[in-house]
Structure formats: C-alpha cells, structure tokens
C-alpha cells in the first residue's frame, strides 16, 4: 500500500488521562490495520494538556505537546479535535470553537452532550463536520451506532440500560458476598473502580446522562437531560439484595427509555429484574444495553462501559467513520425533524414494586395492609413474613405487588406509613418484569 | 419536509416469500420514520417472484409484480436489487447480473456470500456499487457492522457465535425439559422452527456459512467455506446434555473463528461452555455472537437469528445506509488488502474435552483409562461414575481432560475404544473455558 499517497487524518486530542493516552496507544500501535480498514492513515500530530510532564508510557516524540487548547483548535493542519477533557466548561467552549473552526469533534463526554449537545450539534451541521460520541455511552459498547444505523429501521418501544459499572460492580457484590453497601463502595474505591467522591455514579447522574442521550435517538427527541427522574443505588441495602433474590430477582440500576403511546418515559432507578432476564446476567464493571424494537425484537449489547481501552477502541472507531466519510444526523434523524414529545413523570408509570417494612407481629396487620393496597386498586402478588419475634418486636415483611400506576402505589405506601405498626425503617424498588 | 424535493431510492425485490413481505411491509409501515433517518424516500418499486397469485397480506397495487427477474436487474429506474431467493442459483447469476448493470446489491443469502462472496465482491467494487448482507448473519444482530465499524480498531483474537436458531432451540428443549434429539426435532419441524429437511441446520452447514463470512472479516481474510471444518448436533444425545448440566456445562453449537499466531481457527460443532459464560445463557431461537477483541475485551451481541420482521429489519438497515451513502469495504478493509493466512487443522487446535463411555465397572479400568491419556500428555480434570452395575454390566462414566492438542486426545481416544472394557457407545465434545 503506497503510504506516500495515502489520505491523512491529523488529529489534536485535548486532555492526555487514561483515555486519551488508549487513543494515542490504539492508533500507534494500529496504524496499519487501521489504515487497511479505512484506507487513510490516522495521525496525532498536537496534544493539550495542563500536565505535559507525566509519563504515559506511550511515545510521543512525534507529537507536538501543548498547553494552549486553542493551539490545537485554531491548527489549521488538525482535521479532527478529540475532547477527553470530560465535565462541562472548559469542553463546551472548546468543542464549540473546534465545530466553528471547521473541524470535526470526536468526544467521550457525556455530560458534555447530555446538557449541551443541543447547543453543539447544529454548530456542527451548520459547519459541515461531525460531532461524534460512541464512547460517550456505555464505552466499547456501539450502542449509539446500532440505534442510529443497525436498528434504523425500527421504532423503538423501549430500551433498558445497565450504564453504570461502578453501581453494577458494588450491586454484584452486594448479592455475590452479602457486603453492605458502604463496605463494598469502600473496596471499589480503593480498586478505582468508583471515584473518590463517588456522587456522580452512585446517585445516578452519570447513569441519567447516558439515558438521556440514548432516549433521544431512540424516540427522535430533543435531549432533556433535566427530565430524566433519578434515584441512584445509596439507599440499597444488603437485605433487600437478597430478599430480591430469594424471590427470583437481581436489583441492578437500570436506565430505563420507553414509549408510552405519543409520551415517553426516562428514568434511572434501582430494579427488580428477573433472574431469567438477559440484563439480570450482567455482572461487575460490564454494562448491557436490551433494546425493544418493533421489528427486531429485542437485542441486547454487552461489553466493558469504561476503562482506558475499551473506550478508547470507540473513540478511534469514531475517528474511523469521519476518516471514511460515513456520516449520520447526530440524534439519527435529519436535522429538523426531531420532535418533543411528552415525558411521563413518574407517577404517571406503571411497574409492580417491591416493599419491605418491619411490622409488629401481631393479628390483623396483614388484613389492614392488604386493604390499604386494594383501596388504591394494588393488587398483591407475594407475601413474605421472615422470622417470628417475640411479643411487640417488630419482623421484616416483604410484599410484592403486580404492575400497577405509580401514583396509585405511592398513596398506598402513604396511609401504610401511617400506621402505628408500620417501622420508620420501610423500602420500595420498583419491579420490571419485562 | 418537503416529499415532493426529496431524493429517491428505488428498490426492485427479486423473492416475494417470508423476508421479501417483510421488507415491503416495513418500507410501507415506516416510509416517514426512513425518510426522517436517511433523507431519502426508499420505495419498492418491483416485485420478482414465481408465484404471483399468493395473498402476503401486503399492499403491492403500487409495485410492478413480474415473475421475470432480468426485467428488474434491467430496470434503468431501479437503484437497488434486494436478493431474497436463496441458495446458490440462480441467486449468484441475477446478483452478479445486478451489480454489472450498476445496482446496489442487499442480500440476505448466507449461503451465496459464504461460497461465492469472493466473486461477487470485487464486481461490485469495479462497478462503483456495494454489495451489502448484514441480514445474512445472526439475522436482525448487526454483527457484520459491528465487527467492520464498531470494532474496527481491534484486531479480533476471537468469536464464538451461537449463529443457528434451529440448533438452539432443540438443545435449549432438550436440556430444559430432558427430551430426546429426534423428538425436539420433530416437534420444531411442526412449529416451523426446522425445516422439512433438516440437515443444512442440525449438521452445522448453515452455522458454517455464516462463521465463514464472520472469520473473514474478523482476520481480513477471504472467505472460505470450505475449509471450516463442521460437525452438527445430531450425535448428541440428552444422556451428555444432563451430565453436562451436571458438571456446571451447557451444550450450544457454536461457531469459532479463533487467531492462534499467524494462523486461524474456523469451526462448527458442538461445545461444552461454562454455565457462567454470557453465550451459555442464550436459549431458544435466539443468536449471540461473543467477540473477543484486543482493546474493547469481551463484548456480546444477542437478538433474534431469523424470522420475517428480525430479518428484514436487518435488510432495511442495509438499505439507509445505502441511501445515505454510507459505504464500508465488505470484509471490512480496503480492496487488495485481503491476506491469505493458514487455517489450523482441527488436530492442531486445543481445547478441553468431555468425555462418555461405558465400561465394565471392575477394579484397573479408571488406572488404564488414566495411564492411555497421560502417555499422551493429556491431564483429567474431572471423572464422575454413574450407578454401580451388576457383576460385568457397563455402567456410564464421565470424564472430562484440560485443554490439549487435539491430535494428542484423539490418539488417546483411538487407544482407550480398543480397550475389550470400553463400550461402542462412546462420545466425546471440546469444552471451551472462555
């Protein structure tokens, strides 16, 4: 193959951490598959960082280092500008500036794209570059690919996204080891498998931003990442991990996606799978995403949702479409005609739920429980009381009821909560069966 | 949007069976969603077939029925040729016919692509038009864009792909409910899961096909079908099913493509994995492929392997990408760069091995059975013995041996069934830890 007439792709990546240092390894170490594949050859030629000291183990004598961002924006030899900056400012500004100098943007930011990729995607039309994000959602995962182009065909009547390692990796080992949740944070701190301030994944933001960006190419929407309702893993014990199991489910943080006649649903929130479920399988660091469509039914996609090469190997599959030209609308219709559409809120859903209380043990709680539900129209479907105390001690019950209105089960749980034999200490998850 | 300015793709459908309805009915049911996708309005235009007559429940008073075919790979106004007629001919004949008149060729012919891919590929190339057959492997699982575009980063160390539905679901049925082979069988011809003549599914020739096309895009190698060495299920019996199950296995049909060095591994057959394995939890009519890449680890993809809607929802993605002239090489590198590399041999591959026989239960049978597979450097993991016999009854017993070269525990087996204490009845399946 004559190299000396081959295509070129310059490349400037901006933020030299784990991810960036994957890039310029994948792309030195393949150049020739690469180019085989594409039939250009893919060049870093500038980095920006703060630290350009730190060895990354990679090579970089041919690589022009800097710490002016806007060096490597206004190159005019840089065809492509890789944000691996992460967060909001300074990568907006700087995505921003790369789209108006005319350069294409390849990025593993989603928060970046969740809250402002409305902003940057018509920056990129109106300048004839792309605005790419495979990594961004569920690493090595081509997820956005498969909605955008493999399923095109397809509407979509719901996705269902294990999209947080770090909260599918503490929730494995909750159920594996029988941990308690903080016990296992701790280890996965010290493992760097969760950040030392953890919020961001375990309150499920970073969760809410991938699935907000996943519900909007599914359903041809805007992104409102403000709308997704989140409720992250903190409050989950040990007990209902395994209460969850003994009645034949997993909890995993799902994001869930789904049509609901012309309104959509987007929430991130812990769950009740059924071990039979293809998401209930994925365990550790692994994420899944099960994808409902008319027509192909469902499928389901599963690989490492981060990690240095993982998401590196989709930021360079990226690079690889814009270097053979292979373009797609960024949300994957034609700019113009996404469409709002309504979002549920979240008693407005229907699901069965999951509740555990400690009552007292005593004649006649179970009759006033089950009326209070059947006052809302919740129909029970299992009852489980664990242990007998002595007198006036209270025992844990575990209820299951069938799918019903969230609103419906939520003022049940009111007048239950009121109840002089009902302890402070009670818990709901909410149960899909699908 | 404005219809009346928006570009055109004609589409000419040679085979009006299952696939065939299942396009027209989704480029009917969905032109609006298309077009948001693609820009382009995709309309069958006409419509080959030999039977005319037959009611498919679709509308075609819009479409030109004909059953001569050259009179769509001749059609001047048509832009793409959907081959839909199965098996080698006249499939190959009217492909290669469509792609010298300058057409875009989907197909969803496995065994076309598998056998005469190396043909039709370079016709298509000179001829400025592609040849697209996503839906010829794993049905509606968009492997083949995948492997060439998500993943076109990795050098693919492996694939293991459960790519047959039919062999699928009679070892899903007959492990989960204990049934014989030939009973399963039957009752999937009656549900229309198995063909009336069953042998290119159960004897491995379709998954081959299949593996095929996939081994030659994960090496970048040219495809061929006949060096991928294939044995079906019709051997197995439910008796190794159960003591599979026993020994923590599930038995799937897999399809390998494997880099060993320079060389590669292709083959079909029957395959003990860990139950643990995400492949092994893949049950009934449904595919998987698990892709083992350098960079992007371990990834799966899992989805309905046929039917009408899976598959022509396959055949429809091919189609946006077409329109939006979205275009990859079909093995997934440039042309010219295809590279020849060895094929091992199946002695030369290494695996572990399950192993049945029945032998006379008496005293030195396990120490000679033992002593033949260590003078072939071959090391039991496992040995389970089934019931105690009466004096000189054979009784079952399983063993299993850790990963070896093939030649040495074939040599050994040879040794072992001259044994006068070893029953004919004896089987043995490659176990694959990964």
Known sequence: MGKGFMKRLNIGVLGFGTIGTGV???????????????????????IGDLDLTRDRGVDTSDIRLTNDARSIINDPEIDVVVELIGGYEPARTFVLEALQAGKHVVTANKALIAKHGMELFPVADSHGVTLAFEASVAGTIPIVKVLREGLAANPIRALYGIINGTCNYILSRMRDEGLPFEEVLADAQKLGYAEADPAFDIEGIDAAHKLAILGAIAFGTPIHFDQVSVEGITKITGQDVAYAEE???????????????????????????PASNPLAQVEGVFNAVLVDAQYADRTMYYGRGAGELPTASAVVADLIDIACGR????????????RERPIRSQGEIECGYYLRLSVADRPGVLATLT???ADQGVSIEAVRQYGRAEACEAVPLILTVHRTREAA?????????AQPFVGADLTWMRIEEN
């Open 24 to 46: 310029v390894k994948i792309l030195a170490e393949q150049r020739d598959l690469i180019a085989q594949r594409s039939g250009v050859e893919l060049v870093v030629t500038a």
């Open 247 to 273: 009645l034949g489910y997993r909890v995993k943080l799902l994001g869930i996606a789904k049509q609901a006649g012309d309104a959509v649903e987007l929430r991130v929130h812990p769950t009740l799978l």
């Open 327 to 338: 373009q797609v609308a960024p949300l994957g219709v034609q700019p113009g005609v996404l």
């Open 371 to 373: 009326r209070l539900l």
């Open 409 to 417: 089960f939520i003022k049940a749980l009111d007048e239950i909560r």
